[in-house]
């Protein structure tokens, strides 16, 4: 049992905060000086672009790094003293690491031994993410998506408070990707905190309530995702029936104070999502037929390239478009 | 601690290992048994080496020269074994996990240092066990009178020599466990550990007429075979244990303080 931890004063309803984190190798500072609030009882989604620094700030909150400079609180414990609350903290970091000729079942048990875990969370644990009849298999004669169902269960061993997670749906097919996503959900309605990191925002999308972005070392957002969203610009896409009614469609979105272009058979102007039916008006007084008339939200895709002015091709993202009929 | 040595115990179960480390341990001290035994002559031998005669083998101390002479090998055994099971940590990738588990470093380290010291006494007392049953076993068909073996004399002897001999192997294998840590990868800790222990240290020995009283090698083969005219058992174990207490509190710091980046 940890002892509360006299230089804590992080406030209750957080799990993790940091002040002015940095990590530096030489002169490059991998992470600088990032500031983070991870409140209590929700899935946060950690992400950014390839070296932006995630894993070395994750290593840092489980102790398996040393800070440059900074400070940080854990579970209301400094990160200074990792021993404190790491028995309360779960952690899968980068791919699964097992020893590779032991089976599953054993290498769980050799983690619940040095963590002094109770050993029948093993195949209960096992039984969970779906190996309890692959227990007993080695480790190496596993599928990438059996190696990251066994570091979830090696993470949920200590029954934990907070779960960090680094790309947990790696090499897991839908399936498996949906009953990670339930997993993780049924966690976090237990009150458990996740800090997931992904590179499939989407898939962050989807399941989280919270997002940090970082970007070469430093913090871009943080945040709900929700309010992420809602500060970004929908597009309203419009498509005439006749092709030469495309301009006209232009200049009466351009007339409303939009800017509009014209692309292949639609008309695309950055607008909110309720103009939508306005314009659908217009367009009829004008004389014009819509023969659609969509609206793209902005998708959390959009929001991290702006924040972090990624190449596309680093991220998959799956996009949300909802139509309105014309 | 407890947590480490329970969990490096379950890790030591594995078959691999107690095929190929304690077979090892097995292996070498049969072969060296058997072979001192097959090879006694009616002549007298000059009490060194292999060569030694029925003789010399009935004297109380020739349960054990089979065992004795084996000390070196099963030290590379054991160095072998400690860099294994220290190294591998690093090479999957599982350290990452375990600290995560038992994050105060030292107290990891010694728990997992003294399961390798249970493992590595309990391989050689089963090395030790069949050595003296073998050498019972094929004494009298060399008319070799084995009934000083059974003396008191003979008896001390057998619990010195196997004393010396575990001493000897863990040192050894504290080179390794600390090769380990500094390289983070099994294959170069043994590497480094036998260049330096076979090659290194006898070429220095050749032009350093003291060097079997300092280099860390000569003096773990010196307390395998209970000491010599040169360098006596005391001021060799004394030494050693300097050595190794150097060695275990500088590995400890360096793996307190070294990030766990991969």
Known sequence: MSTPDHTASQAPDLAVTTTGLTKRYGHRAVVDSIDLEIPRGIISGFVGPNGAGKTTTLRMLLGLVRPSAGTGEVLGHSIAHPARYLSRVGSLIEAPAFYPGLSGRRNLEILAALGRHDMHRVDILLGQVGLGDRGGDRFKNYSLGMKQRLGIAAALLPSPDLLVLDEPTNGLDPA????????????????????????????????CDHLVVIDNGKLRFQGSIDGLLSAQTAEVVAVPE???????????????????????DAVHAPAPETWAPELNRL???????????????????????????????????HPTTSEVAA | MIGAFLSELLKLRRRG?????????????????????????????NGHGFHVSVAELSQPNGLVRGLSHAGPLLGIVMLGVFAAAFGAEYTTGALRNLLVREPRRVQFLAGKYIALVVFGVVALLAAGIVSVGLAFLLAPSKGVDTSAWTSSTGLSDLWSTMWHLVLSALGFGTLGAALAVIFRTPVAAIVVGIAWLLAAENILTLFWSNGSSWLPGQLLENLASGGSSSVSLVRTALTLAVYWAIVVVGTSVLFSRRDVAS
Request: proline share 1%; net charge negative.
């Open chain 1, 242 to 264: 006749h092709a030469g009614d495309l301009q006209r469609l232009a200049e009466i979105c351009t007339q409303a104070g939009h800017t509009a272009r014209i692309d292949a």
């Open chain 1, 176 to 207: 498996g990707i949906r009953e990670v996503r339930g997993l993780l959900r049924e966690l976090a309605d237990d009150g458990l905190t996740v800090l997931v990191s992904s590179h499939l925002l989407g898939e962050i999308q989807t399941i």
């Open chain 1, 283 to 317: 367009a009829m007084q004008q004389g014009i037929t819509l023969a659609a008339l969509a609206v793209n939200r902005g998708t959390l895709e959009d929001a991290f390239f702006a924040m972090t002015d990624t190449d596309a091709h680093a991220i998959l993202a």
């Open chain 2, 17 to 45: 290992l107690l095929l190929g480390g304690g077979g090892a341990f097995l292996f070498f001290t049969a072969l060296f048994t058997i072979l001192g035994i097959e090879n006694a002559s009616k002549n007298p031998g």
